[in-house]
T-cell receptor, first 111, second 116 residues
Framework: QKEVEQDPGPLSVPEGAIVSLNCTYS??????FMWYRQYSRKGPELLMY????GNKEDGRFTAQVDKSSKYISLFIRDSQPSDSATYLC???????????FGTGTKLQVIP | DAGVIQSPRHEVTEMGQEVTLRCKPI?????LFWYRQTMMRGLELLIY????????DSGMPEDRFSAKMPNASFSTLKIQPSEPRDSAVYFC??????????????FGPGTRLLVL
């Protein structure tokens, strides 16, 4: 079993829809949770990060962490065609630089 | 800042040949990471360095892979001999380190490697 599980998609939604992306994990030591966005033929870029459980909002993006369920989510409101990309969840334990990534979910927002 | 620079951007080689990938991290960053990305396995950490010293190379698939960081501004990942299963996109990333707000990893554009 992988430490981090993520549905690869693809996920196709109409413009303006609310998008929900999710990951589950098995390592209880993970404390920092991140979402990276990767456009086609580009490197991943950090979109959001949270520490421990809770919510974090940044514009149209909301990240949620439920450590009791080992489940994290990224919500995108009012999705735009420019949001079309692959979204990777990522996690790390405290005190360590090593980050474990999910395999990514490919999202397409149709105009 | 120019960001993380990788070269070459594309590499096509034949099985058995030596391949060398290069990376220039962001100036001032203390950590450098090498990743491999495939459709099947996603993004995998191969090795990372702190202040030019390899810290964790447990992700290096086998002895055919080696990585060096001779100075703070340059690192190489070498595959010798290369095999078709090494075909992937190889990313280099760097980070400041030293605290949760300083460990964001900045990725380069990647090197697309195809081994025939």
């Amino acid at each position: 079993q992988k430490e981090v599980e993520q549905d690869p998609g693809p996920l196709s939604v109409p413009e303006g829809a609310i998008v929900s992306l999710n990951c589950t994990y098995s390592n209880s030591a993970f404390q920092y949770f991140m979402w990276y966005r990767q456009y086609s033929r580009k490197g991943p870029e950090l979109l959001m990060y949270t520490y421990s459980s809770g919510n974090k909002e940044d514009g149209r993006f909301t990240a949620q962490v439920d450590k009791s369920s080992k489940y994290i989510s990224l919500f995108i409101r009012d999705s735009q065609p420019s949001d079309s990309a692959t979204y990777l969840c990522a996690m790390r334990a405290g005190g360590y630089q090593k980050v474990t990534f999910g395999t990514g979910t490919k999202l397409q927002v149709i105009p | 800042d120019a960001g993380v620079i990788q070269s070459p951007r594309h590499e096509v080689t034949e099985m058995g040949q030596e391949v060398t990938l290069r990376c220039k991290p962001i100036s001032g960053h203390d950590y450098l990471f090498w990743y491999r990305q495939t459709m099947m396995r996603g993004l995998e950490l191969l090795i990372y360095f702190n202040n030019n010293v390899p810290i964790d190379d447990s992700g290096m698939p086998e002895d055919r892979f080696s990585a060096k960081m001779p100075n703070a501004s340059f690192s190489t990942l070498k595959i010798q001999p290369s095999e078709p299963r090494d075909s992937a996109v190889y990313f280099c990333a760097s980070s400041l380190g030293g605290g949760p707000y300083r460990w964001t990893q900045y990725f380069g554009p990647g090197t697309r490697l195809l081994v025939l």
